[in-house]
């Protein structure tokens, strides 16, 4: 049975207890509820893959607290370590190569020389990993595919008994995962997020290159079909059918709608994007989703809402 822990001293001193027992925490970031284990235990990096049904050539990113842990793991460039300091805590998860006797369970990159690392934002994930003072392996907590969870509740829907405990610190802020930049060569997005790129694009001085089309993902994210709720998805709708649950957006959409912002705002879009998703596929229709706009967290939320629609 899962255990559903409070976010106070004796839940925290729990959940840490139990990652360093090897077992897997449901825990919160300001983005989602991610599913954490030491990275540096192998058995316990493969419970998460076996507890999410995940493909295990997909890596994972590692969670740290700050930035002088994040470098017992990884290399960081210049403009990665700009970047760095200039985001973190927050939902940027930095791609770079891994250093040299980092100790991290080779099923944690899934084979790549390269290591995903972030140090998120919010009180109860920065006290988990304080407490546990080591590196977490965490992509969402959700069987792989699915919608991501942005509650406790959430997470126990999908996980409850595949996992040692959830933490519960609430709901996410932002609602998204982090944007993902790959810092090993030339900056590249690897995939958009709770990070808008026009503001990582400002503090670099520069556009950020695409990354190019791989057999394999080599970042978390990447596949074609994720985030998908059990019933079709159909985008850019204006004129929904009879048969259709709509998700819509800002102040034209029609009032008995699941609306992701009445005002428009994308902030709140972003953070209401996986609840009301989880909503329109528990009314038993098809899912219709009002146009977004492509631009600042909207790049995020469309690259969500396209993998939830993808073929399966």
Request: charged share 20%; hydrophobic share 40%; proline share 9%.
């Amino acid at each position: 049975m899962t255990e559903r822990l409070a976010a106070d001293t004796a839940g925290l001193d729990r959940a840490a207890e139990l990652l360093a027992n090897g077992d897997l925490v449901a825990f919160p970031t300001e983005t989602v509820y991610g599913l954490g284990a030491d990275a540096r235990q192998g058995a316990a990096v493969a419970r998460i893959y076996e507890a999410k049904g995940r493909p295990s050539f997909n890596p994972l990113i590692v969670h740290v607290a700050d930035l002088a842990m994040a470098e017992r793991y990884g290399c960081l460039s210049p403009e990665a370590w700009g970047l760095a300091d200039a985001f973190w805590p927050g939902p940027l998860t930095l791609v770079v190569p891994i250093a040299e006797g980092s100790g991290l369970s080779e099923l944690v990159t899934a084979g790549l020389s390269t290591i995903g690392l972030r140090v998120p934002r919010g009180e109860t994930a920065q006290a988990l990993l304080r407490r546990f003072d080591g590196p977490v392996a965490a992509p969402s907590a959700n069987l792989s595919g699915k919608i991501s969870p942005t509650r406790a509740e959430h997470v126990l829907d999908g996980l409850e008994g595949r996992i040692g405990a959830v933490l519960d610190g609430g709901a996410a802020e932002v609602g998204v995962e982090s944007t993902i930049i790959g810092c090993y060569d030339t900056p590249r997005l690897l995939r958009p997020g709770g990070l808008p790129t026009e503001i990582i694009e400002a503090a670099l001085g520069r556009p950020l290159a695409h990354a190019p089309e791989a057999n394999t993902p080599n970042a978390p994210g990447q596949l074609p079909s994720h985030y998908a709720p059990d019933a079709p998805v159909r985008l850019n709708v204006t004129e929904p059918g009879e048969a259709e649950c709509l998700i819509g957006f800002g102040p034209d959409a029609p009032h008995d709608c699941l609306n992701l912002s009445v005002s428009g705002d994308l902030v709140e879009a972003a953070a209401n994007l996986f609840e009301y998703l989880r909503k329109a596929d528990a009314s038993g229709r098809r899912i219709a989703v009002s146009p977004v706009p492509d631009h600042g967290l909207g790049r995020a939320i469309n690259d969500r809402l396209a993998r939830a629609a993808a073929p399966r």
